[in-house]
């Protein structure tokens, strides 16, 4: 597949000086999230797909509904389409702007969600008002990533690469097991954690994510939760 990238498709990357999860340390300012009891859902109502192939050499900007019950007419066979995913984006040279929502509901297959930035940012919202649980990928070389997820989101989180500043919201904070962190990965559990954990030969078929960066900044936040740039000083120069 063109979008399972490893740590031997990422550039050499040098040592990392900060490796410790920080919350907004670099001056930004970050919200919580005004919780609404209705869910939300992409304002201008679009057809559904499935298996949607985006690739790129330029920004990738939209917003999509996945069905993952709508067969295609190429990929009949069910573990075909488990290889290619239900959305696989792409961006060669540019960045990467997207907003998903998942018809599904709890009782419907798990949707697979890629996207792969090859020299850009990414910016990935999970929308899933009907709690159909989702796989997310999200890998760039050299840009940031930034990942909104749905407060229904229940399930492990593997961060890899080397990245300059690791931001979590406070709701995501608030919510979040840490089990290991390593100079080029860091593992977690985010929501209620089984109680009777989660055994080495157990598969998981909840929501997952996957964020792979080479140098950039990895924040992740749940919808409705803002990240503000920080602000410039008054203080003028000399004084």
């Known amino acids: 597949m063109i979008f399972n990238v490893t740590k ?7 040592p990392s000086d900060i490796d410790s999860i920080v919350t907004a340390t670099d001056g930004s ?14 304002s201008n109502p679009i057809p559904a797909t499935n298996c949607l192939d985006i690739s790129r050499c330029k920004n990738i ?13 190429s990929l009949n066979d069910a573990n075909a389409m488990d290889e ?7 961006g060669r040279f540019g960045d990467i702007n997207a907003e998903v929502e998942l018809v599904g509901d709890a009782s419907s297959s798990r949707a697979v969600l890629r996207a ?3 020299r850009g940012s990414i910016t ?50 608030s919510k979040l097991m840490t089990f290991s962190e390593r100079d080029d990965q860091s593992s977690h559990f985010l929501g209620d954690y089984p109680q009777g954990g989660i055994g080495a030969d157990e598969k ?25 740039p920080p602000k410039k000083s008054k203080r003028r120069f000399g004084r």
Do not use: H, M
């Open 204 to 228: 998981w078929e909840g929501d997952e994510l996957s964020l792979t960066t080479g140098f950039g900044k990895i924040r992740l936040c749940y919808l409705g939760e803002t990240i503000e």
């Open 8 to 14: 031997a498709d990422l550039p050499p990357l040098p």
């Open 124 to 173: 990935f919202k999970l929308i899933s008002p009907r709690r159909q649980t989702a796989k997310i990928e999200c890998a760039s070389r050299s840009g940031s990533i930034t990942v909104f997820l749905p407060p229904s989101f229940r399930g492990p989180i593997t961060i890899g690469g080397v990245t300059r500043s690791l931001i979590f919201s406070p709701g995501i904070q």
């Open 29 to 42: 300012s970050i919200s919580p999230p005004p919780y609404n009891p209705s869910s939300p859902t992409i």
């Open 61 to 73: 900007t939209g917003s999509w509904r996945i069905d993952t019950s709508l067969r295609v007419p």
């Open 84 to 90: 290619r995913g239900n959305l696989n984006l792409l």
């Open 116 to 118: 792969t930035a090859t």
